[in-house]
């Protein structure tokens, strides 16, 4: 198989007594997505990670928004990163590390990620509102530390400096997105890139 006819893509179904989830992420896309997953500002967030990132995202989700977003959230932010870590497969000839600082008006937020299969979160991005409409931005943590952990990375994300809750958030899921499609990107190299031989 030719590296053209390879495509780096996944497929995630996920089905537990509180959500369902139906999920397929293609790494080397376009940024063609179709996002409904019963939580309204989330589908804003996902459709912003698929344009930036230039992936092609599918997911369909339903979940017990109900009793709240946490689980939808989550189980998302699970669905997300183990598509990833599939997609990525045996991690041979990526970039494996990424960053980006991305700006929104008066907000400024860096990204930061090692694919490294060590999983790990740092999130430093203090957000004022509680809710922004009926989300809660609590979330945001719940859902990339699921998907850090999920996808075997490590993740780190920093508010430098910001003041509106929809900016700061959504800075951070383009910068998201920026960055795992730089640390996925073919490096050229055969192996990965350790002097261990293996991630």
Do not use: W
Request: charged share 20%; hydrophobic share 40%; proline share 2%.
């Amino acid at each position: 198989m030719t590296q053209q006819e390879h495509q780096r893509k996944s497929v995630i179904s996920r089905k537990t007594n509180e959500t369902e989830i139906y999920m397929s992420l293609v790494l080397d896309g376009t940024g063609k997505y179709q996002v409904k997953t019963g939580v309204g500002f989330l589908d804003h967030m996902l459709t912003l990670f698929s344009v930036h990132g230039f992936f092609d995202f599918e997911i369909d989700a339903t979940g017990d928004t109900e009793v709240d977003d946490h689980h939808t959230v989550e189980d998302i932010g699970i669905c997300l990163g183990q598509a990833f870590a599939e997609a990525i497969g045996d991690k041979k000839g990526i970039a494996r590390y990424g960053h980006c600082y991305l700006p929104m008006d008066e907000t400024l937020v860096r990204v930061v990620v090692d694919i490294s299969n060590r999983p790990y979160l740092h999130y430093n991005v203090p957000v004022v509102e509680q809710k922004l409409g009926s989300f809660d931005t609590m979330l945001v943590k719940e859902f990339f530390r699921a998907v850090s952990h999920h996808a075997g990375i490590t993740l780190h994300i920093d508010l430098l400096h910001g003041e509106n809750g929809h900016h700061i958030i959504e800075a951070v899921f383009k910068a998201f997105a920026r960055v795992m499609n730089s640390a996925t990107s073919p490096l050229g190299i055969e192996g990965v890139l350790s002097s261990k031989g293996c991630l």
